[in-house]
């Protein structure tokens, strides 16, 4: 449920984002009251910024940035250097029960060989090691993962390649 209730609520920011009368800003208003009384808590639109951030009341929190050069987060492992052809657009983050786990959106229009060595290179060279990868290509695209484990992290990363742009996800947290 609280998936979908963040889809939602991304939807409601795609809505009012680049709003700017009186009018537009009152419907961004309303979709932080609905929001919030679907999620039973507190929500924070701003659509000008492209961020959604959802708090339960109890400790759990959730957030989402979204849009061209998204920074990275604080969080973000500072053991690995990403390569510099991949661009962030998006980053989700969750705490609950005091535990953080965090999605970053990558994308480049690198191919996909190219990112995916990059990538696994930048992993290794920061001390993580790469465990139970796959990969599969099919007509027109080619899909491909791993987990890397290192400096008390879990890294899960999926990367998607089609003909003229690579998407990157990079999902992690404290190791279990």
């Known amino acids: 449920m609280?998936?979908?209730?963040?889809?939602?609520v991304a939807g409601l920011v795609a809505l009012v984002a680049g709003c700017s009368s009186v009018s537009d800003r009152v419907g961004e208003r309303v979709a932080e009251e609905v929001t919030g009384a679907m999620t039973d808590g507190d929500v924070e639109i701003d659509a000008d910024e492209g961020e959604i951030r959802l708090s339960d009341g109890e400790g759990g929190e959730a957030s989402y940035s979204a849009g061209e050069g998204v920074d990275l987060p604080d969080s973000f492992p500072s053991e690995l250097t990403l390569p510099s052809s991949l661009e962030a657009f998006g980053v989700f983050s969750q705490t609950e029960?005091?535990?953080?786990?965090?999605?970053?959106?990558?994308?480049?229009?690198?191919?996909?060989?190219?990112?995916?060595?990059?990538l696994q290179a930048a992993f290794e060279d920061g001390g993580y090691d790469i465990e139970d990868t796959f990969s599969q290509q099919s007509e027109g695209a080619y899909i491909a993962g791993w987990?890397?484990?290192?400096?008390?992290t879990t890294i899960v990363t999926s990367l998607q390649g089609f003909d003229d742009e690579v998407s990157v996800q990079l999902?992690?947290?404290p190791r279990d």
């Open 97 to 118: 029960d005091g535990v953080e786990h965090t999605a970053v959106q990558l994308r480049s229009t690198e191919d996909v060989a190219s990112v995916e060595a990059a």
């Open 147 to 152: 987990e890397a484990v290192g400096h008390g």
């Open 171 to 173: 999902v992690y947290g």
């Open 2 to 8: 609280r998936g979908m209730t963040l889809l939602l």
